[in-house]
């Protein structure tokens, strides 16, 4: 089964992602997690779409959909969390699944109002190794600033502070939630109520994967 995973930057993708990998024995595909191990590895990619992910601004499209080909294995059950972000990826993913002989199973838009956005985005941590995401407020480590698992260093994403928020939730909107009624034409959306504790949306998502 694949499924991708819609909504607005903060509104908890990477974090319900990672449950239903650990869980449900998905495979995330999150662009952003890729581009930013591209960015720590100084690779060509990593340079080029660093100028972009610093301001907010999504990276060019023919590097997002030349990425996602290179990654894509038809017989996985992939979680897209992150892409795609704007209809010309769209119709070039659907090109691709046609080629690798594809389909998406469901496609699920997470809503949370902008000011809830904005609080759990400027509280997030992450582990930049393990990608581990948590919350100073909401998910805190067990021990102050380290990952529970690898125990390195948690650091505050360079795109997670104030003005490259603005930015991207303008991104979002601009360019993203178009993509809302692009899928309503096709697969059809299902949207979920990203409110409430981490378990809770969760379970929403659960009820339409099962
Ligand atoms: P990307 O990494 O995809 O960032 P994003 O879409 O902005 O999403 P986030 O990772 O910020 O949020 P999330 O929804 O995963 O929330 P999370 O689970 O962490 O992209 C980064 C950049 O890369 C883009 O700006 C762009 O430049 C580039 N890029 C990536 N993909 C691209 C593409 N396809 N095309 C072009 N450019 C692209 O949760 C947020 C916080 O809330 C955490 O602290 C978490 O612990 C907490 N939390 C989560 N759920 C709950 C809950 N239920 N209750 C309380 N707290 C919660």
Do not use: W
Not at 62 to 73: E, H, P, Q, R
Not at 98 to 120: A, P, T
């Amino acid at each position: 089964m694949n499924v991708i995973l819609l909504g607005a930057p903060g509104v908890g993708k990477g974090t319900q992602a990672q449950l239903l990998v650990m869980r449900d024995g998905f495979v995330q595909l999150s662009t952003g997690d890729i581009l930013r191990n591209e960015v720590a590895n100084g690779t060509d990619l990593g340079n080029k779409a660093k100028v972009y992910m610093d301001k907010g601004e999504l990276v060019p499209d023919d590097l997002i959909i030349n990425m996602v080909a290179s990654k894509l294995l038809p017989e996985k059950s992939y979680l897209f969390d992150g892409f795609p972000r704007t209809l010309a990826q769209a119709k070039g993913f659907d090109e691709l699944l046609r080629e690798k002989r594809m389909q998406i199973d469901h496609v699920i838009s997470l809503n949370l109002h902008y000011d809830e956005i904005v609080r759990r985005l400027s509280a997030r941590r992450i582990a930049p190794k393990s990608g581990r995401v948590y919350n100073l407020i909401t998910n805190p480590p067990k021990v102050e600033g380290k990952c529970d698992v690898s125990g390195e260093d948690l650091i505050l994403r360079s795109d997670d502070l104030p003005e490259a928020i603005e930015v991207r939730l303008n991104e979002y909107e601009n360019k993203t939630a178009p993509l809302i009624q692009y899928y309503q034409n096709t697969i059809g959306v299902k949207i979920v109520d990203a409110s409430g504790d981490i378990e809770e949306v969760y379970q929403r998502i659960k009820n339409i994967l099962s």
